[in-house]
């Protein structure tokens, strides 16, 4: 998703584990904003937006996803068919 995120111009960050407890207030504000029951907590949670200050994007030179992907076991080539791409 951040791969993806990156290449349309969107910021993204990932956030996990327990937070220090003077953060309790912001984790509070976002379950109340996404209407998330009080019984339960966030474990890992994905950031997206645009950032205030953005440096030119650009294209990055990816590995195609053939390269990188394997299935079962390491070199035994995943059948990635027409999303064969780069990202």
């Known amino acids: 998703m951040t791969l993806v995120a990156w290449e349309l111009?969107?910021?993204s960050a990932f956030?996990?584990?327990p937070e220090p407890p003077e953060?309790?207030?912001y984790r509070m504000e976002?379950?109340?904003l996404l209407d998330i029951p009080e019984n339960?907590?966030?474990i890992d949670l994905m950031i997206f937006g645009y950032p205030k200050h953005w440096?030119?994007?650009r294209k990055?030179?990816?590995k195609a996803l053939r390269d990188i992907v394997f299935e079962e076991k390491f070199g035994n080539r995943f059948n990635i068919g027409k999303a064969d791409t780069h990202l």
């Open 30 to 32: 976002a379950k109340k």
């Open 15 to 17: 956030i996990s584990g």
């Open 23 to 25: 953060r309790e207030p």
């Open 60 to 62: 990055k030179n990816r």
């Open 40 to 42: 339960l907590n966030f």
């Open 55 to 57: 440096r030119t994007v």
């Open 9 to 11: 111009g969107v910021g």
